[in-house]
C-alpha cells in the first residue's frame, strides 16, 4: 500500500535548550532523516523559528507541562505553529487527494501570504501514479 507522507519540522530541534538535557530532535534522528527515508509522493517543511514541543497547547499544566518549556527549545508562541501544521495538513491532503496544488504551491513559493510562520525549507518528492506530477524532486528544496 502506497501513501503520502508529510514532514513537518521544527527549526530548532536540534538546539539544546539546557546543558543537562540533549536537543529534542538532534541531527541523524530528525526531520530530515525521516523525510529523505520516505518514498515518493511526500512532502518536507520546517518552520524555522519554532519548536518540538510548539504543537502543543498555550497553557500547559502540572510538572510534566512545565517541562515542554525547559527541555526544547521553543519559539516565542504556540498558536502559530498548531495553526501552520492544521493549514498544512489540510493543503496536503488536498494535493494528494484531490489535486488541489494552489495552497501547497503557496507554503513553496510565498510562505508570508498563506501561512502565520516563516518556513525555511519546502521540499516535495514527486506524486506517483498520476497524482500531483508535476512536484519536483526534493533536490529541488526551497530554503
Request: with cysteine.
Amino acid at each position: 500500500m502506497k501513501a503520502a507522507a508529510l514532514v513537518i519540522g521544527s527549526g530548532l530541534g536540534g538546539i539544546k535548550k539546557n546543558p543537562f538535557f540533549p536537543p529534542c530532535a538532534p541531527e541523524g534522528v530528525n526531520h530530515q532523516e525521516f523525510f529523505d527515508q520516505c518514498r515518493a509522493p511526500a512532502c518536507h517543511l520546517v518552520a524555522r523559528n519554532y519548536g518540538h514541543m510548539d504543537v502543543l497547547n498555550d497553557e500547559t499544566k502540572g510538572i510534566r507541562g512545565r517541562a515542554t518549556y525547559c527541555l526544547c527549545a521553543n519559539g516565542k508562541a504556540r498558536e502559530p505553529m498548531r495553526c501552520f501544521v492544521g493549514g498544512a495538513m489540510v493543503a496536503f491532503l488536498k494535493a494528494y487527494l484531490g489535486g488541489e496544488m494552489l495552497e501547497l504551491w503557496s507554503i513553496r513559493g510565498n510562505p508570508d501570504v498563506v501561512v502565520p510562520i516563516e518556513v525555511s525549507e519546502a521540499c516535495f518528492k514527486e506524486f506517483q501514479e498520476g497524482h500531483l506530477d508535476s512536484i519536483k524532486r526534493s533536490e529541488d528544496c526551497v530554503g
